[in-house]
């Protein structure tokens, strides 16, 4: 297949991606009929994931060095408004991402039961997924902001009108808003400065995309604010220690799998970071980065451990995710080539894989109601592929060989010691394995211990067409994980060669 089978254009064809699910889901917002509205928006997820495929088929065939973005459009709106989009190796990574994983939401709420009424919430998946790609096309912060901002309260309905917690999913509800809406007040801040900044360089003209901003020279003190302010206000979003207070509850009250999946699996805040706090603030990166690994080591074995003392798996499954982040941060913090590759393929296999775990996690409390680790067991004689599913995406998040975690961890790996020494690619090593240790034992309390409920029914189509794709997904990518690394390679030198020199003192 070669790009110039398409005749769309690069530009139409973003605008295409970004739009489609918006206009899908205030169509099926309006079907009555649940069957109907699964259908068209079952139609509309397989054609946006095509979408991006045909993006991808696009991009790997331009010629090489034409530019840091490509299918750069612009539509102007209102002064500093304008509506600036671009594509690099990592724009395609992400979207390619979001429209799979936005898929696989819309398979998990197909049966009707699980979420009425249904055409609702395929509306609000629709809406969600058109906010990320929004975030992921633009190179505008402020757009990148303002798609951020609405997904919030989205992803708040999503969580509290299918929650699975009657009567705590409130107070879990309120503690996302809290922090949510703290993240959206930094980022804010940052973006009203960076704005400013660019104004005051340029005599009254304010600009937030990312060409224009790098452009002007910023002082010490203000790359420090903007770096606090970008930093933190995408932390929160990822969630990085210790910013992630509100993931506990939320991922044990909310909906067990639909929200998560947007919230962990697309990781818009670590795309913030590639796309807007290292090319922008380098001095700043530079003085605090010791810092961030050190409070991410930390992460590591904090999380860890407070997972190895839960008994509902969903709490168990959101330290996992704090722990394993400190690991993808790591990786980023090096400021090396090798490091920005590494940050950008963990945030795709953690992503795969802690979607594969909260869907499995989805279909056993179908079956059985109930999450805690005590009352599971021998799940797997009656849920072999959910259990292989899960063993698979467990395996992947230790990095082990045939999954996408392999090279991604390795690089991670070799990137520290090259930045830091011995010490911290050992004690992250070290941390994974003991994060992954709790994902195995939970493995073998749930699929492998004794029975709990001999009568329990067996596995569903939908169940097992889950499974099946997250175990195929997630095995082709570690078989043939090529093409991920030609997407990043190219984005992930240019950021280093900002950070090629000795650094400021």
Same mark, same amino acid.
């Given at each position: 297949m070669h790009s110039e089978l398409f005749w769309i254009s690069g530009k139409f064809l973003l605008g295409i991606i970004q739009s489609l699910p918006a206009i899908m889901g205030g169509v099926i917002f309006l079907i009555r009929d649940p069957r109907s509205a699964f259908r068209l928006g079952l139609a509309t997820a397989f054609f946006e994931l095509g979408l991006s495929v045909i993006l991808y &088929?696009?991009?790997?065939?331009?010629?090489?060095?034409?530019?840091? *973005?490509?299918?750069?459009?612009?539509?102007?709106?209102?002064?500093?408004?304008?509506?600036?989009t671009g594509v690099d190796g990592f724009t395609v990574l992400f979207i390619f991402l979001s429209a799979f994983l936005s898929l696989m939401v819309l398979i998990y709420g197909a049966e009707v039961r699980r979420f009425s009424p249904l055409p609702l919430f395929i509306a609000?998946?629709?809406?969600?997924?058109?906010?990320?790609?929004?975030?992921?096309?633009?190179?505008?912060?402020?757009? *990148?902001?303002?798609?951020?901002?609405?997904?919030?309260?989205?992803?708040?309905?999503?969580?509290?009108?299918?929650?699975?917690?009657?009567?705590?999913?409130?107070?879990?509800?309120?503690?996302?808003?809290? *922090?949510?809406?703290?993240?959206?007040?930094?980022?804010?801040?940052?973006?009203?400065?960076?704005?400013?900044?660019?104004?005051d360089a340029t005599h009254g003209t304010w600009r937030f995309d990312l060409i224009a901003l790098s452009q002007i020279s910023f002082s010490s003190w203000q790359q420090s604010i903007i770096f606090y302010l970008l930093f933190y206000g995408l932390a929160i979003r990822v969630p990085l220690f210790p910013l992630h207070g509100w993931l506990p509850d939320v991922a044990e009250h909310g909906t067990v799998a639909s929200a998560m999946l947007l919230l962990l699996g697309v990781k818009s805040g670590i795309y913030g970071m590639l796309r807007y706090l290292f090319p922008l603030t380098p001095d700043a990166v530079w003085q605090w980065h010791g810092y961030v690994v050190a409070f991410s080591l930390i992460a590591i074995f904090y999380a860890a451990t407070l997972a190895l003392s839960q008994r509902n798996i969903r709490r168990?499954?959101?330290?996992?995710?704090?722990?394993?982040?400190?690991?993808?941060?790591?990786?980023?913090? !090096?400021?090396?080539?090798?490091?920005?590759? !590494?940050?950008?393929?963990?945030?795709?296999?953690?992503?795969?894989?802690?979607?594969?775990?909260?869907?499995?996690?989805?279909?056993?409390?179908?079956?059985?109601?109930?999450?805690?680790?005590?009352?599971?067991?021998?799940?797997?004689?009656?849920?072999?592929?959910?259990?292989?599913?899960?063993?698979?995406?467990?395996?992947?998040?230790?990095?082990?060989?045939?999954?996408?975690?392999?090279?991604?961890?390795?690089?991670?790996? &070799?990137?520290?010691? &090259?930045? *830091?020494?011995?010490?911290?690619?050992?004690?992250?090593?070290?941390?994974?394995?003991?994060?992954?240790?709790?994902?195995?034992?939970?493995?073998?309390?749930?699929?492998?211990?004794?029975?709990?409920?001999?009568?329990?029914?067996? &596995?569903?189509?939908?169940?097992?067409?889950?499974?099946?794709?997250?175990?195929?997904?997630?095995?082709?990518?570690?078989?043939?994980?090529?093409?991920?690394?030609?997407?990043?390679?190219?984005?992930?030198?240019?950021l280093a060669d900002i950070y090629h020199s000795a650094p400021v003192k």
């Open positions: &088929e696009k991009f790997i065939n331009l010629p090489s060095d034409e530019g840091t *973005f490509y299918f750069n459009d612009r539509l102007s709106l209102w002064g500093a408004l304008a509506y600036h609000v998946a629709l809406w969600s997924e058109a906010l990320l790609m929004s975030q992921f096309a633009t190179i505008d912060l402020l757009w *990148f902001g303002l798609s951020a901002t609405l997904q919030v309260p989205l992803m708040g309905f999503l969580l509290s009108y299918w929650a699975t917690s009657g009567s705590q999913e409130g107070a879990a509800v309120t503690r996302y808003y809290q *922090f949510m809406g703290i993240g959206i007040l930094l980022l804010g801040g940052a973006i009203l400065m960076l704005g400013w900044i660019h104004a168990l499954l959101a330290y996992a995710v704090v722990s394993h982040t400190g690991v993808l941060v790591i990786g980023l913090f !090096s400021l090396s080539s090798q490091g920005f590759q !590494s940050g950008a393929l963990l945030a795709v296999n953690f992503g795969l894989a802690i979607s594969a775990l909260l869907l499995m996690v989805g279909s056993v409390y179908v079956r059985t109601r109930s999450l805690l680790l005590n009352r599971l067991g021998g799940l797997a004689k009656q849920m072999p592929l959910v259990a292989a599913a899960f063993l698979v995406a467990t395996l992947a998040i230790i990095g082990m060989p045939l999954t996408p975690g392999f090279d991604a961890v390795h690089l991670m790996l &070799e990137a520290a010691l &090259e930045r *830091f020494g011995a010490a911290v690619p050992i004690a992250a090593a070290v941390g994974n394995i003991t994060a992954a240790a709790c994902l195995l034992l939970a493995f073998q309390r749930a699929f492998l211990g004794a029975l709990g409920d001999p009568h329990l029914s067996a &596995e569903g189509g939908i169940e097992k067409t889950i499974a099946i794709i997250m175990i195929v997904v997630q095995l082709a990518a570690g078989f043939y994980s090529r093409p991920l690394f030609n997407l990043v390679e190219k984005p992930a030198a240019r």
